[in-house]
């Protein structure tokens, strides 16, 4: 997802880090009250507005909420949502629930990971295109779905999906992997 | 907010219904968006602009119309007709719908009905043309859904009745389809005890998979002693292939809101939350839609309905972990930690939330305690069979010509889901089974297709009724393939928390591994069933317990394609 733009009234008041994702982190923890227990919460924020969660993030966070660090990085690296890396300026998600397994996502998902060189959860080296999997996203009238960049789209090919996915990496990465 | 409100808005909203003579409803559901519903309706709003007709027709975004596989879906409600039902809409179909059937339907000059003439061709400011007699152009028939396929006409709904009926981001629409006329009820007319009872009379089981007397859950939360309890409403759908709670939450948020609230007071709870997983973002908005305009109204908050009963709701949203789906579990991590499970007893019901009371049920079951409350329990009871009344949810997917969400009546066979709701195997294939509960569950072949669906038929049968994915298998579909499959999500899944299944699952892996590759001996499959039995019984939680049934369902029913792999390696 991609960082959300603050509004002119968090810009206004900048945040001491002079980076204003930071008031939306913070603007959570105020409406949780800065309780500990919104530590989910908390972390579901950054994750959305940083993209991923580094470990000044994770810091930031565990001093804010006066939380231990660890019990933050615990709970960040229990959740399978919660990425330490960050994504690829475009996303493919390839569905592996019950229903698209049925329908041979398998294929599409290592058609993609031939195409690119790449396993699931990695991004292209020049930061293109991420491809990674997911566990059912419940669209499954639709089996087999992708998710490319928050779009849902149904009753896709390997070959569609190559397709899209070329599209999505540009030329470069077309390149590298003829 | 008191009861008389309720029949105003109703009111309000069929006067305003009776302005606009014409609705036509667009499935806005997250199936039927990404087949295209989008353009379709951006379609249908420029025709009917471009015809003037914006008076009189309304657009409304509705939850999901039930038959996924043949969206975009639109239904047409016209002042008397039959509704009629549109499959694969498209922009071009949805401007037809306009040219061809309300531009006509709204012109004058058309040869009056009987009943028209009597009262004189005047007063019909717009003579209506009957759509069925408008004569459709080429393709626009082939959009048209017969509203008699036994996909619809099987199907019983409870639960899902203003599904598809309804605008899910507007409170007045549900109220005006009857909504929250249950919390009136509960709140001025019976006592805490009497709406348990009456929950406990109607045989209510959770369905969330387990199956647990809901009515019997309430009563040991109401008696159980504390200065506090919580309300939970588990949205954590995790078992691919299913996708009830997220329909259900997309459709109708108020009704699971309003079996919540009433759970609340049958209970004495204060305080409700609705744990929803993150990979469910319109559900999660249309819910915190649907919290805010009930606080508006004073559906939540203080004194609801006039009364000294209080009730406040939380949404909590998960970050992606199947295990949070076990009750103590998604417990820990509303409290915003590790999802992890603890041992019970102590029950929540007894120690929960912050060691409180907590109620804990699956957000469907919540869907039934407003038609329980306004129908009658004995109404409830007499539909289904003896030990599992109402009806289910299934999402009902894989090898078929007909996929989507249906409910239907607890007793009916397998066979009629699947041959009659689902329209059969495509492509000319066969049926080979049916996987009911996901990873947690099993498959229950052709020979046992006339079992009726009830919590201890399928349990029976080494499966599970599940929390209610119906994902049909075809003869192509290898079994220790399939098995092997949900033993990898459990791998991914299992907390880690205890040894058996954090081990046994990648063990049994493994060995699943070995036996589909064609490596695998006869001592394999010995060794895979003990490690089941192990792993079943020494696990901490349900994760554990059930991640063997995929294995021991297969074995059970299909153990000569692990023969087959064992012996010549395919």
Same mark, same amino acid.
């Given at each position: 997802?991609?960082?959300?733009?603050?509004?002119?009234?968090?810009?206004?008041?900048?945040?001491?880090?002079?980076?204003?994702?930071?008031?939306?982190?913070?603007?959570?923890?105020?409406?949780?009250?800065?309780?500990?227990?919104?530590?989910?919460?908390?972390?579901?924020?950054?994750?959305?507005?940083?993209?991923?969660?580094?470990?000044?993030?994770?810091?930031?966070?565990?001093?804010?909420?006066?939380?231990?660090?660890?019990?933050?990085?615990?709970?960040?690296?229990?959740?399978?949502?919660?990425?330490?890396?960050?994504?690829?300026?475009?996303?493919?998600?390839?569905?592996?629930?019950?229903?698209?397994?049925?329908?041979?996502?398998?294929?599409?998902?290592?058609?993609?990971?031939?195409?690119?060189?790449?396993?699931?959860?990695?991004?292209?080296?020049?930061?293109?295109?991420?491809?990674?999997?997911?566990?059912?996203?419940?669209?499954?009238?639709?089996?087999?779905?992708?998710?490319?960049?928050?779009?849902?789209?149904?009753?896709?090919?390997?070959?569609?999906?190559?397709?899209?996915?070329?599209?999505?990496?540009?030329?470069?990465?077309?390149?590298?992997?003829? | 907010?008191?009861?008389?409100?309720?029949?105003?808005?109703?009111?309000?909203?069929?006067?305003?219904?009776?302005?606009?003579?014409?609705?036509?409803?667009?499935?806005?559901?997250?199936?039927?968006?990404?087949?295209?519903?989008?353009?379709?309706?951006?379609?249908?709003?420029?025709?009917?602009?471009?015809?003037?007709?914006?008076?009189?027709?309304?657009?409304?975004?509705?939850?999901?119309?039930?038959?996924?596989?043949?969206?975009?879906?639109?239904?047409?409600?016209?002042?008397?007709?039959?509704?009629?039902?549109?499959?694969?809409?498209?922009?071009?179909?949805?401007?037809?719908?306009?040219?061809?059937?309300?531009?006509?339907?709204?012109?004058?000059?058309?040869?009056?009905?009987?009943?028209?003439?009597?009262?004189?061709?005047?007063?019909?400011?717009?003579?209506?043309?009957?759509?069925?007699?408008?004569?459709?152009?080429?393709?626009?028939?082939?959009?048209?859904?017969?509203?008699?396929?036994?996909?619809?006409?099987?199907?019983?709904?409870?639960?899902?009745?203003?599904?598809?009926?309804?605008?899910?981001?507007?409170?007045?629409?549900?109220?005006?389809?009857?909504?929250?006329?249950?919390?009136?009820?509960?709140?001025?007319?019976?006592?805490?005890?009497?709406?348990?009872?009456?929950?406990?009379?109607?045989?209510?089981?959770?369905?969330?998979?387990?199956?647990?007397?809901?009515?019997?859950?309430?009563?040991?939360?109401?008696?159980?002693?504390?200065?506090?309890?919580?309300?939970?409403?588990?949205?954590?759908?995790?078992?691919?292939?299913?996708?009830?709670?997220?329909?259900?939450?997309?459709?109708?948020?108020?009704?699971?809101?309003?079996?919540?609230?009433?759970?609340?007071?049958?209970?004495?709870?204060?305080?409700?939350?609705?744990?929803?997983?993150?990979?469910?973002?319109?559900?999660?908005?249309?819910?915190?839609?649907?919290?805010?305009?009930?606080?508006?109204?004073?559906?939540?908050?203080?004194?609801?309905?006039?009364?000294?009963?209080?009730?406040?709701?939380?949404?909590?949203?998960?970050?992606?972990?199947?295990?949070?789906?076990?009750?103590?579990?998604?417990?820990?991590?509303?409290?915003?930690?590790?999802?992890?499970?603890?041992?019970?007893?102590?029950?929540?019901?007894?120690?929960?939330?912050?060691?409180?009371?907590?109620?804990?049920?699956?957000?469907?079951?919540?869907?039934?305690?407003?038609?329980?409350?306004?129908?009658?329990?004995?109404?409830?009871?007499?539909?289904?069979?003896?030990?599992?009344?109402?009806?289910?949810?299934?999402?009902?997917?894989?090898?078929?010509?007909?996929?989507?969400?249906?409910?239907?009546?607890?007793?009916?066979?397998?066979?009629?889901?699947?041959?009659?709701?689902?329209?059969?195997?495509?492509?000319?294939?066969?049926?080979?089974?049916?996987?009911?509960?996901?990873?947690?569950?099993?498959?229950?072949?052709? $020979?046992? !297709?006339?079992?009726? =669906?009830?919590?201890? @038929? &399928?349990?029976? /049968? %080494?499966?599970?009724?599940?929390?209610?994915? +119906?994902?049909?298998?075809?003869?192509?579909?290898?079994?220790?393939?399939?098995?092997?499959?949900?033993?990898?999500?459990?791998?991914?899944?299992?907390?880690?928390?205890?040894?058996?299944?954090?081990?046994?699952?990648?063990?049994?892996?493994?060995?699943?591994?070995?036996?589909?590759?064609?490596?695998?001996?006869?001592?394999?499959?010995?060794?895979? $069933?003990? !490690?089941?039995?192990? =792993?079943?019984?020494? @696990? &901490?939680?349900? /994760? %554990?317990?059930?991640?063997?049934?995929?294995? +021991?369902?297969?074995?059970?029913?299909?153990?000569?394609?692990?023969?087959?792999?064992?012996?010549?390696?395919?």
């Amino acid at each position: 997802m991609p960082p959300s733009t603050p509004s002119k009234a968090e810009a206004h008041a900048e945040h001491p880090s002079g980076d204003p994702r930071f008031k939306m982190v913070d603007r959570t923890i105020k409406k949780f009250n800065g309780e500990r227990d919104a530590l989910l919460e908390v972390l579901n924020t950054a994750q959305e507005v940083f993209g991923y969660l580094s470990e000044d993030l994770m810091i930031y966070v565990s001093q804010q909420l006066h939380v231990p660090l660890a019990r933050v990085f615990g709970v960040a690296t229990f959740y399978h949502m919660f990425t330490f890396k960050p994504l690829g300026e475009h996303t493919c998600i390839v569905c592996l629930g019950t229903a698209c397994y049925v329908k041979q996502s398998n294929e599409i998902m290592a058609a993609l990971e031939q195409e690119f060189g790449l396993k699931a959860g990695q991004t292209t080296a020049d930061g293109k295109l991420s491809i990674s999997s997911a566990r059912c996203l419940g669209s499954c009238g639709l089996a087999p779905v992708l998710v490319v960049d928050g779009q849902v789209v149904g009753r896709e090919t390997p070959g569609g999906a190559i397709q899209r996915a070329r599209t999505l990496a540009g030329k470069d990465v077309a390149e590298v992997a003829a | 907010m008191n009861p008389a409100d309720l029949t105003a808005i109703t009111h309000r909203e069929q006067e305003a219904r009776g302005r606009h003579r014409c609705r036509v409803l667009c499935c806005s559901s997250t199936a039927c968006l990404a087949s295209g519903g989008g353009a379709a309706k951006d379609g249908l709003t420029r025709a009917v602009k471009l015809h003037g007709l914006e008076k009189n027709v309304q657009i409304v975004n509705t939850g999901c119309m039930g038959l996924c596989s043949l969206g975009p879906m639109m239904r047409l409600e016209a002042q008397g007709e039959p509704d009629t039902l549109y499959q694969r809409m498209t922009a071009d179909s949805a401007h037809q719908v306009v040219d061809e059937q309300l531009v006509p339907y709204f012109q004058p000059g058309h040869t009056p009905t009987e009943a028209e003439s009597e009262v004189g061709a005047h007063d019909f400011p717009h003579l209506r043309a009957s759509l069925s007699q408008v004569r459709l152009g080429r393709g626009l028939d082939e959009h048209l859904l017969p509203q008699d396929m036994p996909f619809f006409t099987r199907q019983k709904k409870i639960v899902l009745a203003r599904a598809g009926l309804i605008d899910p981001e507007r409170i007045e629409d549900y109220i005006a389809h009857g909504g929250y006329t249950a919390l009136a009820k509960a709140l001025t007319q019976l006592t805490p005890e009497q709406v348990c009872a009456e929950i406990q009379a109607s045989g209510l089981r959770g369905r969330g998979g387990a199956g647990y007397p809901t009515g019997l859950k309430w009563n040991h939360v109401r008696k159980a002693d504390g200065p506090r309890k919580f309300v939970i409403a588990n949205g954590d759908e995790g078992d691919p292939g299913a996708y009830m709670d997220r329909t259900l939450m997309e459709a109708d948020p108020h009704s699971i809101l309003e079996g919540m609230i009433i759970a609340g007071y049958a209970v004495g709870a204060q305080h409700g939350y609705l744990y929803v997983r993150g990979e469910y973002p319109v559900a999660v908005k249309r819910l915190e839609k649907a919290i805010r305009s009930a606080y508006r109204q004073g559906l939540l908050g203080d004194d609801i309905f006039g009364t000294a009963f209080s009730f406040e709701v939380d949404i909590r949203i998960g970050a992606g972990a199947f295990v949070c789906g076990e009750e103590t579990a998604l417990m820990a991590s509303v409290e915003g930690q590790r999802g992890t499970p603890r041992m019970r007893p102590p029950y929540p019901a007894q120690n929960g939330l912050w060691n409180a009371p907590t109620l804990i049920n699956n957000v469907e079951t919540y869907g039934n305690i407003t038609a329980i409350l306004n129908e009658g329990a004995a109404w409830f009871a007499g539909i289904g069979t003896e030990k599992s009344k109402g009806t289910k949810i299934f999402a009902l997917t894989g090898k078929l010509n007909h996929t989507g969400l249906i409910e239907v009546p607890m007793g009916i066979t397998l066979r009629e889901i699947v041959f009659e709701i689902g329209g059969g195997i495509p492509g000319g294939r066969q049926f080979k089974a049916a996987q009911t509960g996901g990873p947690s569950g099993g498959c229950i072949p052709a $020979e046992h !297709l006339d079992t009726p =669906v009830d919590y201890e @038929s &399928l349990k029976a /049968l %080494g499966s599970i009724m599940g929390s209610g994915g +119906l994902v049909v298998m075809d003869d192509a579909s290898s079994m220790p393939d399939v098995a092997k499959f949900f033993m990898e999500f459990c791998v991914d899944e299992s907390c880690g928390k205890c040894v058996p299944c954090r081990v046994g699952t990648v063990q049994m892996h493994r060995l699943l591994e070995k036996v589909t590759a064609g490596q695998g001996q006869a001592a394999d499959l010995q060794k895979l $069933e003990n !490690l089941c039995r192990l =792993v079943q019984r020494t @696990s &901490l939680c349900g /994760l %554990g317990q059930s991640a063997p049934n995929p294995v +021991l369902s297969t074995l059970r029913y299909f153990r000569h394609e692990y023969d087959a792999l064992v012996a010549n390696g395919r």
